[in-house]
């Protein structure tokens, strides 16, 4: 509210002079925010003087109340889900992972070299272990290593290296001294 709510309170009340009740009605002609205002304090007055309600209109109020609440209280939830017992949902689990456990194990191979292995296993032979410079791109690299004949085994690993195996010693030496020429592109190279 504004400051002129003393002034919209005598005007509701009837409290204003002539010449101030006719400079009032002038300003509400001109002023929607001033008649959206005293329409609010019109309200208030008309509710403050309305007769307090009766004791059967408030005990009939609450009776109503209380009868919405014990309803509301009386519903089942629609996402009830207490349509299984604990022991039932703990069968259920123990069931499920023994039928798991069952197909698992009938299909898993009985020779454990069987299945496939990682590229990494094994990387004895002719390999080099070599860290890129991380502004080298992938195009670069990749077409270095295409030059090189080089296969990529592993990694990169946690300190940034990667595996790269070739065909012969012949081949792996040339590569060393391929990488090591490439300064701008390889950082580190090293046999294991």
Sequence with gaps: MNDRTEEMLDYVHDRLDPEARQSFEADLS??????????????????GAAPPPTAEARDAGWASLSAAIDADARRIPAND????????????AI??????????????PDDPGAGFAPASQDT????????????ATAAQLTALLQELGATLVDGPGALGLVTLSFTDEAARTAALEA??????????VSQP
């Design 81 to 92: 889900n207490r349509g299984f017992s604990l022991a039932q949902v703990a069968t259920i």
């Design 179 to 188: 990488l090591r020429a490439q300064p701008d592109l390889v950082e580190i």
């Design 30 to 47: 001109r002023d929607a925010h001033l008649r959206a205002e005293l329409a609010v304090v019109q309200a208030v007055a008309r509710e």
């Design 95 to 108: 069931v499920a992972v023994v039928i798991t456990q069952f197909f698992t194990l009938s299909l898993w």
């Design 124 to 135: 004895s032979g002719f390999v080099l272990q070599v860290g890129f410079a991380p502004e």
